[in-house]
């Protein structure tokens, strides 16, 4: 079954210091899907990034960067320098190409405020 | 850039009411989700839809729920009778395909907030 394992519940930092974000996956098929979603105040659900299980290749991206390990089924994110402006709950969610709806299961989220 | 939208951004409605939330996808895109979140709590998938079809659906997608594609780009969820437990932000996404089973990021619209009263 799928499970996706967000144990910070809660992160608070000051501005400028960096932050990571951990998440955790369980699956038994060996192609899939990673992905993290920020949620703003506001609500709305913003694409960050997506990663394929075959492709561990840690990447960034400006003051984001993702850390992906098969080993350890996690698919950690780090803010670098985080500002005010980072402050939203982050998901993490898995999804699977052979499940026919390729729907995502979504973890709890980390409540990130970053502090002036 | 294209987006998912939603109509109404915020629904009150009362138990035992019928309400019906809409979500234009992205225009190229043929897989569609409802997804749901409680207030404070994780987002729950509800059902994809695949050629005019669900394809599938969560335990949370019981017989009250129904979805439907109408015309070429609205995709709507109906709740035939409301209940308290049914408050929540529903959110509507989209993806497109790709070849090789490729799994494509789901674009997700801003959401209705649905309050039963």
């Known amino acids: 079954a799928q499970k996706v394992t967000q144990a910070q519940t809660e992160i608070s930092v000051v501005e400028k210091e960096d932050v990571t974000l951990d998440c955790v996956y369980e699956?038994?098929?060996?192609?899939?899907?990673l992905f993290w979603y920020k949620q703003p105040p506001s609500g709305e659900l913003v694409f960050l990034i997506r990663?394929?299980?075959?492709?561990?290749q840690n990447e960034i991206s400006g003051r984001y960067s993702w850390n992906f390990q098969k080993s350890t089924s996690s698919f950690n994110f780090t803010i670098t320098a985080s500002q005010v402006v980072d402050s939203a709950v982050y998901f993490c969610?898995?999804?699977?190409?052979?499940?026919?709806?390729?729907?995502?299961?979504f973890g709890p989220g980390t409540r990130l405020s970053v502090l002036p | 850039e294209p987006e998912v939208t939603q109509t109404p951004s915020h629904q009150v409605t009362q138990m035992g009411q019928e309400v019906i939330l809409r979500c234009v996808p992205i225009?190229?895109?043929?897989?569609f989700y409802w997804y749901r979140q409680i207030l404070g709590q994780k987002v729950e998938f509800l059902v994809s839809?695949?050629?005019?079809?669900?394809?599938?659906k969560s335990e949370i997608f019981d017989d009250q729920f129904s979805v439907e594609r109408p015309d070429g780009s609205n995709f709507t969820l109906k709740i035939r009778s409301t209940k308290l437990e049914d408050s929540a932000m529903y959110f509507c996404?989209?993806?497109?395909?790709?070849?090789?089973?490729?799994?494509?990021?789901?674009?997700f619209g801003p959401g209705t907030r649905l309050t039963v009263t």
């Open positions: 996404a989209s993806r497109a395909t790709g070849t090789s089973g490729f799994s494509y990021e789901q674009y």
């Open positions: 699956t038994r098929d060996t192609t899939y899907y």
């Open positions: 990663r394929n299980s075959f492709d561990e």
């Open positions: 969610a898995l999804s699977e190409p052979y499940n026919y709806g390729q729907n995502f299961v």
């Open positions: 225009s190229n895109h043929l897989y």
């Open positions: 839809f695949y050629n005019n079809e669900i394809s599938e």
